[in-house]
């Protein structure tokens, strides 16, 4: 399936949004960055709102990797955007921490 590798940058967030979050989600992954911030992974986020292995119309989400979106055949550029803008919305939504494209979008 054609994709472009790793799609988000996994995010930094402060020591107390990531405190907050441990609380509610004890195992989740995480990664020393500097003194004040974490670092979150992206995938494990994506994850864990269902999106690995997940499509919207024919653009996906892969079903090893949650990071890589995957063109499951004929989708088109706006087929992407829409997935990852809603992937984007639904990790907000449940974590309260906004994800950046890694890929540039043109």
Not at 14 to 39: C, G, I, R, W
Not at 64 to 93: F, P
Request: proline share 5%.
């Amino acid at each position: 399936e054609g994709n472009a590798g790793s799609f988000f940058m996994n995010p930094l967030v402060s020591k107390d949004k990531f405190n907050e979050l441990l609380k509610k989600y004890p195992q989740m992954p995480h990664y020393d960055a500097v003194d004040t911030h974490e670092k979150i992974p992206a995938g494990w986020m994506i994850e864990q709102c269902g999106w690995k292995g997940a499509s919207l119309g024919r653009a996906g989400v892969d079903d090893r990797q949650a990071l890589v979106l995957v063109n499951r055949g004929g989708a088109t550029g706006e087929e992407v955007v829409t997935l990852y803008k809603r992937i984007i919305e639904d990790v907000r939504a449940k974590f309260g921490i906004e994800i950046h494209p890694e890929v540039n979008v043109i």
